[in-house]
């Protein structure tokens, strides 16, 4: 039963997870390619179109076909192919960058990222105030950084969370459109040796020492770690309410998350940031639509009888399907 096994794992990696208990280790585990990943969201985003007219606006399924289109993933496969591919995927990054523009209702799009072995998510900004941004949106491997995701880790529930969304302002849009950077964004995707410590070092390098750039820190993260700090030490004037008022309005700040179950990195860092583009109670549908989608697939693809361990997946699934239906019409 080991392919079984191994193929349900990868189904149920395309709709993620809750992130990871406190103490699990994020032991690697091969998971869903980015093309796969998109392919299957874009279908599942086109099957729902038609069924839900009424209760989304036409702006908000073009956000969303945006951001699945699996375009930029073809592209990257082409320069993988051949590296001749290459400056015309950079240009045409400069190009998308140079026509930010207000139509989407943010000036932002969306670009794969990381390594072979870890897929994250790239968003370039345009600022009210006319500067730049560049997010990463990352749950897993890098996220010990301290430069780009801090120094707070938090534990509720059981999971592990932390700052997975970077955002690094105050560019330029030369800056974004550096070619160099981009090449390098580009070639550690087909690097079998990079890790995200190599891609990490490149961003820094070009947008923070090289350029104006600065890492967004939630307003009280330097609060929690002299409050922690106390604490450990046994220090006089620890305020363990205090620390609690503070770790609360950590937890709703929006570049606070879960750390991610390893091996579902494509489906957690490529569709956390449809939770800042289109409207949440649309994104909440369409959510649950895709865990429905994969539990047909594996009803098709996975052959009877089933083992214990599939068995239970496949309840777990059953429980997202139901928490998922609360979820979107509550």
Known sequence: MLSVDFHLERLCNLIGSDGCAGNEPLIPQKGIYFTDCLQQRSLDAASYFPT???????????RMHRHRLVEYSHLIDQCEIDSKNIPSLVYKIQEDIERLSDIWGRSVFCFPGGT????????FVQEADGTYSFLIYNRGEGCNDPDLHGNVFLVRNGKQIARTRVQIRGLAKEDLQNEVLLKVLILFQHDEYATMEDVYGKIKKHLLEKASGWVREAPR????????RMLSLNMNGYDFYRLQEVEKELLFDPDFHTLQVSGSCTESNTQTPESFIIDPNFRRR???????????LIQEHVPQP????????IETLLEKIDFWKWMAYS
């Not at 369409?286 to 047909?296: F, G, M, R």
């Not at 089933?306 to 997946?313: D, H, Q, S």
């Open 52 to 62: 839900s007219l009424e209760e989304m606006t036409q702006i908000d399924y073009l």
């Open 116 to 123: 072979v072995h870890h897929a994250v998510c790239y968003e």
């Open 306 to 313: 089933l083992a214990t361990k599939v068995a239970l997946k």
């Open 221 to 228: 993260e330097r609060e929690w770690l002299v409050l922690t």
């Open 286 to 296: 369409l959510k649950l639509h895709a865990i429905q989608s994969t539990y047909n």
